[in-house]
Structure formats: C-alpha cells, structure tokens
C-alpha cells in the first residue's frame, strides 16, 4: 500500500469517531480510519471539528466516513455529565 493514499473501506479499515460535548455546548468531533494488518497497523486521522450541536457533529461524521466509503463507523459519543441537582 503506498504511504500517502488514503485508508477506505475497500481496504478493509475501520472507521472509528469520537464526538465530545465540550464544558461551553459546543461539539468536538475526531476520526480515525484503522486498518490493523499482520506486520503492522496503519491508521490516519480524520481531523478535528467542532460544532454548536450534536446533529451537526453526527453529519460530519457520516460525511467524514462516506467519503472513504464506510457505511458506518464505531461511534463513541461523550457528554457532559448533568448540571442537574
């Protein structure tokens, strides 16, 4: 595989995303595309967005994904815990 070609799902990598609600509201979202191979683990990021909702941080991550070809992704989604008494 050539060094700079980008990780997608035909190679058989796995898109992994992270979405975080930030202590402000805002939402900061991350990928990582992983392909785990016998001699070695390839990985590349997706890069790091932040957002004013939740919806919008999940349309970036069905859009990061899709554009490598992945019909989904293991999403893990972090929130604040509740300011509730």
Sequence with gaps: MMPNKSLTAADGAVFHALIEEMADGKWRTSGVVR??????????????E?????????????RAGAARGFKSCKLQVRRQPSQRA
């Design 35 to 48: 392909l785990d191979k016998k001699s070695e683990v390839l990985e590349q990021t997706s890069g790091v």
């Design 50 to 62: 932040m957002f004013p909702t939740e919806k919008e941080a999940r349309a970036w991550v069905d």
